[in-house]
């Protein structure tokens, strides 16, 4: 965690996101450490200085994540849980919303309702690609989402290539089309030694990989008339 930390921070992220609680397609695949990952995370942002976002998975979980981290994310798989969205709603840390595999723009914005409802305004969306009829990446990720949604809602729209594409050599231009298309942050997966990940090794980008892609982030922002 702590290396990881180092990479993000010295390429230049303002986030440190570490997964808990796992939602897995499979009961056999590793479900995260739960509260002692937490305390991991927790230890290694306030030692790097770097803001922290896991996500919680059910209502008894929102207290957890929200005490040890500065966002609590709510998955994809949990777009839809409407008493999860109300807790997170009840608490005071912002809220990253992910868009489910199968989840229109309308229904994914009504969930963020039910977060703003309960007083909670600190809400950002993510659009982390959904599920269509091709199989050459693992989603589809949908940019029409961000113009969209940026018309619709007053919300900050977060973009996900590597969970969106899930093939590493294609996230950098991924990301880059999300910068260009308007997203306000980009979500990034990285890992020093992926081969050895116990979760999505296979888009998370390495070291080199991630500085570079930030580098020419910055160029493109640039030309854009816009700041990272």
Not at 90 to 105: D, E, N
Not at 125 to 130: A, N, P, S, W, Y
Not at 131 to 136: G, I, L, S
Not at 175 to 201: F, N, Q, T, Y
Request: proline share 5%.
């Amino acid at each position: 965690m702590e290396e990881i930390a180092k990479i993000v921070k010295d390429g230049g992220g303002t986030i440190l996101r570490g997964g808990a609680y796992k939602p897995r397609s499979s009961p056999y695949t590793f479900q995260g450490l739960g509260e002692k990952g937490l305390k991991y995370l927790q230890e290694i942002g306030a030692k790097y200085k770097i803001p922290t976002i896991s996500e919680a998975m059910s209502v008894d979980q929102v207290k957890l994540v929200s005490k040890y981290c500065d966002i609590v994310q709510v998955g994809a798989r949990n777009v839809q849980n409407y008493d999860l969205l109300k807790a997170c709603g009840k608490q005071k840390k912002p809220v990253l919303l992910k868009r489910g595999m199968a989840t229109t723009i309308k229904e994914w914005l009504l969930s963020a309702e039910y977060i703003l409802s309960e007083g909670n305004s600190n809400v950002m969306l993510c659009e982390r690609g959904i599920r269509t009829f091709e199989t050459a990446t693992r989603f589809t990720l949908d940019l029409n989402a961000i113009p969209v949604v940026k018309k619709l809602t007053h919300l900050p729209i977060v973009l996900d290539p590597s969970h969106g594409i899930g093939i590493r050599e294609h996230v950098p231009t991924m990301a880059k089309a999300c910068l260009a298309a308007g997203a306000d942050a980009i979500a990034l997966e990285i890992h020093p030694r992926p081969e050895e990940a116990l979760s999505d090794g296979a888009q998370s980008l390495l070291p080199d990989q991630y500085k570079k892609l930030v580098s020419e982030l910055k160029v493109l922002a640039k030309a854009l008339n816009r700041e990272i």
